[in-house]
C-alpha cells in the first residue's frame, strides 16, 4: 500500500507566513546592531581621557546617583556650558550600576549608538518607499538592502567614534536617538493619504515628546522644526510649489503643526545660549570678530563633507588659529564652495529634490554649531557630523536602490557584496580610530601626529607628563603650547609653576605675568606670583600680589595662609596670627593652617595655643614630620618651663622660631 502524504493545512501555512512576515522586518536592523557593537567594541576597554572627561565626570561629585540632591542638580545646572538634565540622568545612573569604572559608561554610549542605526534604518526605509515604490513587497529586500546601506555609512564611519568613544559625550548618542525617534514618528504620521486621524495624531504627539526629551539631552534638536518643513517638501510633497504658494488653506496647515515644536526650539535655544554666556563658554565679538566667525562657517560647512568622503587624520581637536589671517584663503575658498553648492541645490530643486533635500539638511543641522556664536576652543568637531551628516548617508542608500533596479542579474549576490565591502572598510578605519581614544596620553599623542602646532594638546600632553612624573618633557610641551598660542594662559601658569619649582624664578615670574595678561582675574596666578617674590625677598610686592587675590575671592584661604607666613618672616606677628585665625574660619580642617597659627603662637610666646594647633595639625595630617618635631619640642619646653617655676620666678627661655614644613599646595 502507498502511503499518502497529509494535505497541507491552509490555515497552518498562512500562519506560518504571518509569523516571517512579523520577524523579518527585524532581521536586518539585528544583524547591523550586532555589527556595529562588534566594530566598537573595543572602546568598552577605553579609558576617561583629560578632555572634559575629568571636569564632567572624574571630578565632579554633584551627577553621582539620583537621589534628590542630584536631581537637583542635573536640572538647575549650566555645568560645562550645558543644560542636560536627560544625559545627566543617564550617567547618574551610569554611576550607581558601575561607580567610576569607564566600561559602563563607554558601554551605555555603545549601546545608544547602536540602537541609532537600528531607528535610521526604519527611517531610511520609509523615506526610500515613499520615494522610489508604490508596491513595497515588489522591491522590499531592494529597501531593505538601501535602508542598511544608509545605516552602515552612518554607524560605521570614523567621524562618528569621538560621539561614541568619548564618555563625555553621552549627549550626542542620546539627543541623536530621540532626534531620530521625532522624525520616524513624523514620517508614520504623515506616511499615507489615507492615514487615520487619531493614528496621525498620536504619531505627532510622539514626535513632540521625542523632541522635547532630544533637547533635554542637547540642544541640537533646535533644528527640528525646520526639518520637518524640509520632509514636507520632500519626501513628502506636502508643501509644493513657490514659497507664496504655502499661505494657501491646506499648506497653512501643515505650517501651523510646527508650531508647538518651534516652540520647544525657541525656549531651549535661549536656554543652551543662557548656559554658554553663563559659563564663559562664549567667546566676545572683541575677541573673535564676525569676519572670522562667518570664515569658521563656510569652512565648517567643507570641512564634514571632506571628512565624509576621505575620513583620514581625524583628530580630537581641530583648534581654531591664533592667526586668523593667514586662514583668509582658506576660508575664501571654502565660502566660494559653500555658495556655489547651495546656487546648485537651488537651481536643480525641481529636477533633484532630493539634492536640495539632503543638502538642506545637511546645513540647518550644522548651522547651530557652525561658530557664528562660536564656544569652546574647536574651528570644527567629528561630533558635529553625528546628526549633520545624516542625510549624506541617506543619500548613498538612495543611489545604491536606483544602482540595484538597473542590475539584471545577480542582484542579491551583488547588494550582499557592495554591504559587505562598505562596512569593512568603514569598519576597519573605525576600528583604528577608536584606539586613538584608549587613553589620554594616546589621544594627544595622535593629536600632535595629525597636527603638530595644536596648543591645546601640547598642554594637556604635558599635564598627564607632570602627572606621571615626567617633568622636564611636561616643561618643553607647555614650552611649545605658549609658543603657539602666546595668550594661552593656562600654559603660561603651569610652565611658571614648574619653572618656580626648578628655582628659574625670574622665568617663572615672567611667565606667571605674561598668564595675568591674558587671564587677569585668576586668583591661583596672583598667589603664585606673590610666592615667588617673597622668595626673592620682595615682600612688599608679594603682599600686593596676595591682596589681589583676595580682592578678587575674599574666600581664598591660600593667600590668608601666605599672608601669615610672610608676616611672620618680618616678625609682624601679630598680624600674622589675625590672618591664620581668618584662613581657620574658612577651612578649619586645613592641617597647614593649624601649623602655620601654630607657629605663629609659638613665635609670640603663646605655648598653649601653639601647642593646640600644632597638635591639630599633626592629627589632620601626620605626615608633616617638621610639625611633630615642632610640637615635640614645645611639649619639652613647656614641661621644663613648670619644673622651672617651682624651683624659681624665672621662666626658661622658649625656642627658638618653630618654621614647621607646612605649606598650602
Same mark, same amino acid.
Given at each position: 500500500?502507498?502511503?499518502?502524504?497529509?494535505?497541507?493545512?491552509?490555515?497552518?501555512?498562512?500562519?506560518?507566513?504571518?509569523?516571517?512576515?512579523?520577524?523579518?522586518?527585524?532581521?536586518? !536592523?539585528?544583524?547591523?546592531?550586532?555589527?556595529?557593537?562588534?566594530? *566598537?567594541?573595543?572602546?568598552?576597554?577605553?579609558?576617561?581621557?583629560?578632555?572634559?572627561?575629568?571636569?564632567?565626570?572624574?571630578?565632579?561629585?554633584?551627577?553621582?546617583?539620583?537621589?534628590?540632591?542630584?536631581?537637583?542638580?542635573?536640572?538647575?545646572?549650566?555645568h560645562?556650558g550645558?543644560?542636560?538634565?536627560?544625559?545627566?540622568?543617564?550617567?547618574?545612573?551610569?554611576?550607581?550600576?558601575?561607580?567610576?569604572? !569607564?566600561?559602563?559608561?563607554?558601554?551605555?554610549?555603545?549601546?545608544?549608538?547602536?540602537?541609532?542605526?537600528?531607528?535610521?534604518?526604519?527611517?531610511?526605509?520609509?523615506?526610500?518607499?515613499?520615494? *522610489?515604490?508604490?508596491?513595497?513587497?515588489?522591491?522590499?529586500?531592494?529597501?531593505?538592502?538601501?535602508?542598511?546601506?544608509?545605516?552602515?555609512? *552612518?554607524?560605521?564611519?570614523?567621524?562618528?567614534?569621538?560621539?561614541?568613544?568619548?564618555?563625555?559625550?553621552?549627549?550626542?548618542?542620546?539627543?541623536?536617538?530621540?532626534?531620530?525617534?521625532?522624525?520616524?514618528?513624523?514620517?508614520?504620521a504623515?506616511?499615507?493619504?489615507?492615514?487615520?486621524?487619531?493614528?496621525?495624531?498620536?504619531?505627532l504627539?510622539?514626535?513632540?515628546?521625542?523632541?522635547?526629551?532630544?533637547?533635554?539631552?542637547?540642544?541640537?534638536?533646535i533644528?527640528?522644526?525646520?526639518?520637518?518643513?524640509?520632509?514636507?517638501?520632500?519626501?513628502?510633497?506636502?508643501?509644493?510649489?513657490?514659497?507664496?504658494?504655502?499661505?494657501?488653506?491646506?499648506?497653512?496647515?501643515?505650517?501651523?503643526?510646527?508650531?508647538?515644536?518651534?516652540?520647544l526650539?525657541?525656549?531651549?535655544?535661549?536656554?543652551a545660549?543662557?548656559?554658554?554666556?553663563?559659563?564663559?563658554?562664549l567667546?566676545?565679538?572683541?575677541?573673535?570678530?564676525?569676519?572670522?566667525?562667518?570664515?569658521?562657517?563656510?569652512?565648517?560647512?567643507?570641512?564634514?563633507?571632506w571628512k565624509?568622503?576621505?575620513?583620514i587624520?581625524?583628530?580630537?581637536?581641530?583648534e581654531?588659529?591664533?592667526?586668523?589671517?593667514?586662514?583668509?584663503?582658506?576660508?575664501?575658498a571654502c565660502?566660494?564652495?559653500?555658495?556655489?553648492?547651495c546656487?546648485?541645490?537651488?537651481f536643480?530643486?525641481?529636477?533633484?529634490?532630493?539634492?536640495?533635500?539632503?543638502?538642506?539638511?545637511?546645513?540647518?543641522?550644522?548651522?547651530?554649531?557652525?561658530?557664528?556664536?562660536?564656544?569652546?576652543?574647536?574651528?570644527?568637531?567629528?561630533?558635529?557630523?553625528?546628526?549633520?551628516?545624516?542625510?549624506?548617508?541617506?543619500?548613498?542608500?538612495?543611489? *545604491?536602490?536606483?544602482?540595484?533596479?538597473?542590475?539584471?542579474?545577480?542582484?542579491?549576490?551583488?547588494a550582499?557584496?557592495?554591504?559587505?565591502?562598505?562596512?569593512?572598510?568603514?569598519?576597519?578605519?573605525?576600528?583604528?580610530?577608536?584606539a586613538?581614544?584608549?587613553?589620554?596620553?594616546?589621544?594627544?599623542?595622535?593629536?600632535?601626529?595629525?597636527?603638530?602646532?595644536?596648543?591645546?594638546?601640547?598642554?594637556?600632553?604635558?599635564?598627564?607628563?607632570?602627572?606621571?612624573?615626567?617633568?622636564?618633557d611636561?616643561?618643553?610641551?607647555?614650552?611649545?603650547?605658549?609658543?603657539?598660542? !602666546?595668550?594661552?594662559?593656562e600654559?603660561?601658569?603651569?610652565?611658571?609653576?614648574?619653572?618656580?619649582?626648578q628655582?628659574?624664578?625670574?622665568?617663572?615670574?615672567?611667565?606667571?605675568?605674561?598668564?595675568?595678561?591674558?587671564?587677569?582675574?585668576?586668583?591661583?596666578?596672583?598667589?603664585?606670583?606673590?610666592?615667588?617674590?617673597?622668595?626673592?625677598?620682595?615682600?612688599?610686592?608679594?603682599?600686593?600680589?596676595?591682596?589681589?587675590?583676595l580682592?578678587?575671592?575674599?574666600?581664598?584661604?591660600?593667600a590668608?595662609?601666605?599672608?601669615?607666613?610672610?608676616?611672620?618672616?618680618?616678625?609682624?606677628?601679630?598680624?600674622?596670627?589675625?590672618?591664620?585665625?581668618q584662613?581657620?574660619?574658612?577651612?578649619?580642617?586645613?592641617?597647614?593652617?593649624?601649623?602655620?597659627?601654630?607657629?605663629?603662637?609659638?613665635?609670640?610666646?603663646?605655648?598653649?595655643?601653639?601647642i593646640?594647633?600644632?597638635?591639630?595639625?599633626v592629627?589632620?595630617?601626620?605626615?608633616?614630620?617638621?610639625?611633630?618635631?615642632?610640637?615635640?619640642?614645645?611639649?619639652?619646653?613647656?614641661?621644663?618651663?613648670?619644673?622651672?617655676a617651682?624651683?624659681?620666678?624665672?621662666?626658661?627661655?622658649?625656642?627658638?622660631?618653630?618654621?614647621?614644613?607646612?605649606?598650602?599646595?
Amino acid at each position: 500500500m502507498k502511503s499518502r502524504k497529509p494535505a497541507a493545512n491552509p490555515r497552518s501555512r498562512h500562519t506560518t507566513l504571518a509569523a516571517e512576515r512579523r520577524w523579518f522586518p527585524w532581521v536586518v !536592523p539585528l544583524v547591523l546592531v550586532l555589527t556595529v557593537a562588534a566594530v *566598537f567594541f573595543p572602546a568598552l576597554s577605553n579609558d576617561f581621557v583629560n578632555w572634559d572627561d575629568d571636569l564632567m565626570l572624574v571630578d565632579n561629585p554633584y551627577y553621582r546617583g539620583l537621589g534628590w540632591a542630584q536631581l537637583r542638580w542635573m536640572f538647575t545646572t549650566f555645568h560645562n556650558g550645558h543644560f542636560q538634565p536627560l544625559s545627566w540622568l543617564t550617567l547618574g545612573l551610569d554611576y550607581l550600576l558601575w561607580g567610576l569604572d !569607564p566600561f559602563g559608561y563607554h558601554l551605555t554610549n555603545l549601546i545608544l549608538h547602536s540602537a541609532n542605526t537600528a531607528i535610521f534604518y526604519f527611517v531610511c526605509r520609509l523615506i526610500f518607499a515613499r520615494v *522610489f515604490v508604490t508596491a513595497q513587497d515588489a522591491a522590499r529586500w531592494q529597501l531593505d538592502a538601501s535602508a542598511a546601506l544608509a545605516a552602515i555609512v *552612518f554607524a560605521l564611519h570614523p567621524l562618528r567614534v569621538e560621539s561614541v568613544a568619548w564618555a563625555t559625550e553621552r549627549r550626542d548618542v542620546l539627543s541623536g536617538a530621540l532626534f531620530l525617534g521625532a522624525i520616524y514618528c513624523y514620517l508614520r504620521a504623515n506616511g499615507t493619504a489615507a492615514s487615520a486621524a487619531v493614528s496621525r495624531r498620536r504619531w505627532l504627539a510622539l514626535a513632540f515628546a521625542a523632541q522635547l526629551l532630544s533637547l533635554l539631552a542637547k540642544a541640537t534638536a533646535i533644528t527640528l522644526p525646520v526639518i520637518l518643513v524640509v520632509l514636507d517638501i520632500y519626501p513628502l510633497q506636502r508643501l509644493r510649489g513657490a514659497v507664496r504658494s504655502w499661505f494657501a488653506a491646506d499648506s497653512r496647515r501643515v505650517l501651523a503643526e510646527k508650531l508647538p515644536f518651534l516652540l520647544l526650539s525657541v525656549i531651549f535655544g535661549l536656554v543652551a545660549l543662557w548656559a554658554q554666556q553663563a559659563s564663559g563658554a562664549l567667546r566676545p565679538v572683541q575677541q573673535y570678530f564676525f569676519s572670522y566667525r562667518f570664515g569658521q562657517a563656510f569652512y565648517g560647512i567643507c570641512f564634514y563633507l571632506w571628512k565624509t568622503l576621505f575620513p583620514i587624520d581625524l583628530s580630537p581637536l581641530y583648534e581654531l588659529p591664533y592667526d586668523f589671517e593667514a586662514w583668509t584663503g582658506v576660508f575664501i575658498a571654502c565660502a566660494a564652495l559653500a555658495a556655489l553648492a547651495c546656487l546648485l541645490a537651488f537651481f536643480l530643486r525641481r529636477r533633484r529634490p532630493w539634492l536640495a533635500a539632503c543638502w538642506a539638511y545637511y546645513v540647518i543641522v550644522l548651522a547651530p554649531v557652525m561658530g557664528v556664536a562660536q564656544s569652546g576652543p574647536q574651528l570644527a568637531a567629528d561630533r558635529y557630523s553625528y546628526l549633520s551628516c545624516l542625510s549624506w548617508a541617506a543619500l548613498c542608500g538612495g543611489i *545604491f536602490f536606483y544602482w540595484l533596479q538597473s542590475l539584471r542579474s545577480a542582484q542579491i549576490a551583488t547588494a550582499a557584496v557592495v554591504l559587505f565591502a562598505t562596512g569593512a572598510s568603514l569598519g576597519w578605519l573605525t576600528r583604528a580610530q577608536v584606539a586613538v581614544w584608549r587613553d589620554g596620553e594616546s589621544l594627544w599623542q595622535h593629536t600632535l601626529r595629525v597636527a603638530p602646532n595644536t596648543a591645546i594638546a601640547n598642554y594637556n600632553l604635558g599635564k598627564i607628563y607632570e602627572t606621571n612624573g615626567n617633568v622636564q618633557d611636561s616643561v618643553e610641551l607647555y614650552r611649545r603650547a605658549v609658543s603657539i598660542n !602666546p595668550t594661552y594662559a593656562e600654559a603660561h601658569y603651569n610652565l611658571a609653576r614648574l619653572l618656580g619649582h626648578q628655582g628659574k624664578l625670574d622665568e617663572a615670574m615672567a611667565h606667571y605675568r605674561d598668564a595675568l595678561k591674558f587671564k587677569p582675574n585668576d586668583v591661583e596666578t596672583h598667589n603664585n606670583l606673590g610666592q615667588l617674590l617673597a622668595r626673592q625677598g620682595n615682600f612688599t610686592a608679594a603682599l600686593t600680589a596676595y591682596r589681589k587675590a583676595l580682592a578678587l575671592d575674599p574666600k581664598f584661604v591660600k593667600a590668608y595662609f601666605n599672608i601669615g607666613r610672610l608676616l611672620v618672616r618680618r616678625g609682624e606677628v601679630d598680624k600674622a596670627i589675625e590672618s591664620f585665625q581668618q584662613a581657620l574660619k574658612l577651612s578649619p580642617d586645613t592641617a597647614e593652617v593649624h601649623a602655620g597659627l601654630g607657629d605663629a603662637y609659638a613665635r609670640s610666646g603663646n605655648l598653649d595655643q601653639a601647642i593646640v594647633h600644632l597638635d591639630a595639625a599633626v592629627k589632620l595630617k601626620p605626615q608633616l614630620a617638621g610639625v611633630q618635631m615642632a610640637l615635640a619640642r614645645l611639649l619639652e619646653a613647656r614641661r621644663s618651663k613648670v619644673e622651672a617655676a617651682k624651683r624659681r620666678p624665672t621662666a626658661v627661655p622658649l625656642p627658638g622660631a618653630v618654621s614647621p614644613d607646612a605649606r598650602m599646595k
